[in-house]
Nanobody, 111 residues
Framework: QVQLVESGGGLVQPGGSLRLSCTAS????????MDWYRQAPGKQRDFVAT???????VVTTSVKGRFTISRDNAKNTVYLQMNSLKPEDTAVYYC?????WGQGTQVTVSA
């Protein structure tokens, strides 16, 4: 069973950047597809981005051109680089892999 730990969230001004990290243990990370989701207050958890074991990526339309998902198999880590952040990006961000979820990291975009 895989264990996931996210980090890198925080408070940032509109237009700013953050990089989220999710480190996995307990599984062969390089074989896993890894996802990022987010959940804003009072809303459902929504898909943000995914990266396959081969490195193929897909991001949701609302973040295309601003967010990039990547992975470093040597570090068992998946990243979400978030640029040009908007207030509507405010949410708890979760990573998922091997049908397991991390604990989430808060991202707040506010002036």
């Amino acid at each position: 069973q895989v264990q996931l730990v996210e980090s890198g969230g925080g408070l940032v001004q509109p237009g700013g950047s953050l990089r989220l990290s999710c480190t996995a243990s307990g599984a062969i990370f390089r074989l896993l597809a890894m996802d990022w989701y987010r959940q804003a207050p009072g809303k459902q958890r929504d898909f943000v981005a995914t990266i396959s074991s081969a490195g193929t990526t897909v991001v949701t339309t609302s973040v295309k051109g601003r967010f990039t998902i990547s992975r470093d198999n040597a570090k068992n880590t998946v990243y979400l680089q978030m640029n040009s952040l908007k207030p509507e990006d405010t949410a708890v961000y979760y990573c998922r892999g091997g049908d397991q979820w991390g604990q989430g990291t808060q991202v707040t975009v506010s002036a």
